[in-house]
């Protein structure tokens, strides 16, 4: 992986933007679902499917794609906006988010939408579901040819079952397994730090035998430091730490928990359009 | 009499009969799967010798997996290892598996239709002396709700052996769950042999056990699980009594043998149902519903009637709990009662 040069970095930026857009339009159409944490996470999920996943939406079941594992589920609006941006489905699709007979159900379902890796939704399993394929992967000595890479939130670090899956990856030394987590710093009733406090949540990572780097989730150079970085572990599981604002892009919304479930209204969404567009016709 | 026609183990009624537990019929049975298909994996939590999964651990470390005391990630990690074609065996006392893990289960393991098979040892009142907390007596009725999951309940070792085997056999595309993802309970004590290696043996399908000499049968007995020798030394007993019944062995409790439970019902008008679970969402219930459906008959439920269990040895707790085969016999004697009153 070289350095990313500025027209890349301008394309994600965009990809990012197309990103959020949709998945305003995609909620106010629901009439339900979760705001803060997929705009949050817009900026990743550009990074990782216009960057750096090994993927062909022209081909969903290639053997040796990277799988990306989105263990809170609840997140979807940006899983499902990123796959149709980038050819797995059209994007006319995400308005049936949420909506009876549709593919793309409120929390993500293989059955339905077959390009999606896993079905989540409770959390705290997309770790270990994570930790599995790895290992498999390094029984059957794969574990160079794809990464697995688990998207999770910092919520549900609370969830004992994350934290019966991060001594198992750190006992396996899988370190063709990726986590990321959000570390968006709010659950549904507050500040992580009120409702469960998880700092100092590196130690706790590292003291678990993991490989830890902490980044800023919005900063494309520092994603692609940080990446470059955990390709390069050979001993260990490795942890990005990503420092997000929930609902970032648009300023009403961001470092608000109450957007953390709640989807905008028809106005809402119309002021965030707009917002969104105006940072999108920046050069 | 006997229905030798499944080439059942002669010496069911010697008092010598041996005696094996049902688990180590699992065990033998994944050794033997693990040799037949590389990909079979097996994972337990912290209770290698008790699951039985030494056998396959010794011969495959590398494909064996040990989780700890952690059954939520038990199932979890065997869901992902699933998802890159391995076969994953999970194992521990039903109590915490799918005791404790029953939401991973269902949604990472049913909803995500990964084919793991759960294991649960050690299940059923005759854990004995440790106690109500050991005792999963729930496990059925937790497991059968689940769409998408297969439940079996093997009646001895050599069923176990078999049903392991079965398990690792390709998902039939036509039907909704044989065999995907499956649950497989199975118990401590040692247990008479009542089949034979020449038995006959499909998921999904029950058997006759045992039929009258002649004509038909009055009740008909349906049990699963690790109390069919005392249904079949019932049937024995209440045979000498010129009371004509006929013993089905439901191992199998999803997918159920609807029409065979059925035909059951239509020969004899009254069934008994037997097995070593809360009598609340078991087998028992099961074939309720089945009945329920298609043809109503009286029932009488042999089973734990929603209590907890306590410490003691296996026969006494079946003694204690009314799951022995007087209570059977009296079972069998009271639906006849109601059948002709």
Partial sequence: MISLSDEKIKELKIKANDIRQSIISMLVEAKSGHTAGPLGMADIFAFLYFYILKHNPKDPSWEDRDRLILSNGHICPVLYASMAHSGYFPIEELNTLRKLGSRLQGHPHREYLPFVENSSGPLGSGLSQSAGMALADKIDGKENSRYIYCLMSDGELNEGNSWEAIMFAGKNKLNNLIAIVDRNNIQIDGNTEKVMPLEPLADKWRSFNWYVIEVNGHDFKDLNEAFKDAHEVFNKPVVIIAHTIPGKGVKEFEGDYKWHGMPPNKEQGEMALNELREIGSRP | ?341
């Avoid at chain 2, 109500?132 to 769409?147: K, N, S």
């Avoid at chain 2, 045992?210 to 049990?223: E, K, N, R, S, Y």
């Avoid at chain 2, 997918?255 to 020969?267: F, G, N, R």
Wanted: with cysteine.
């Fill in chain 2, 1 to 341: 009499m006997l229905n030798q026609k499944l080439k059942l183990n002669p010496k069911i009624f010697n008092e010598d009969v041996e005696q094996i537990p049902i688990r180590k019929g699992f065990g033998i049975g994944l050794l033997k799967a693990g040799e037949e298909n590389e990909n079979v994996i097996a994972l337990c939590a912290d209770l290698v010798e008790s699951t039985q999964m030494n056998l396959f651990a010794e011969k495959f470390p590398k494909r064996f997996i040990e989780m700890g005391v952690a059954e939520q990630n038990l199932v979890t990690v065997a869901s992902g290892m699933s998802a890159m074609g391995k076969i994953p065996f999970c194992s521990s006392y039903a109590m915490f598996s799918p005791g404790r893990n029953w939401e991973q289960i269902r949604t990472t393991i049913a909803y995500n239709d990964r084919k793991v098979i759960i294991v649960g040892s050690h299940a059923g009142i005759s854990v004995g002396p440790d106690g109500g907390t050991h005792q999963a007596l729930e496990d059925i009725a937790l497991m059968r709700v689940i769409p998408n999951m297969d439940v079996i309940s093997p009646c001895d070792a050599i069923e176990a052996k078999k049903v392991t085997l079965e398990l690792i056999k390709t998902k039939n595309p036509a039907s909704l769950s044989l065999s995907g993802p499956a649950y497989l309970r199975l118990a401590r004590e040692k247990t008479p042999i009542i089949t034979t290696e020449e038995t006959p043996y499909e998921i999904g399908k029950s058997q006759i056990y045992w039929i009258p000499d002649i004509g038909l049968a009055q009740v008909g007995i349906i049990v699963t699980g690790s109390l069919t020798h005392r249904a079949l030394l019932a049937a024995k007993e209440l045979e000498s009594r010129g009371i004509k019944t006929k013993v089905m062995n439901l191992s199998s409790i999803v997918p159920i043998d609807k029409e065979a439970i059925v035909s059951l019902a239509k020969e004899c008008k009254a069934i008994v149902t037997v097995e070593e679970h809360q009598v609340n969402g078991g087998m028992g219930s099961a074939v309720a519903e089945v009945l329920a459906g298609n043809y109503p008959v009286p029932i009488e439920f042999i089973g734990v009637q929603n209590l907890f269990g306590q410490s003691g040895t296996p026969d006494e707790l079946i003694k204690h709990y009314h799951m022995d085969v007087p209570d059977i016999i009296l079972a069998v004697e009271k639906v006849l009662k109601r059948k002709t009153s």
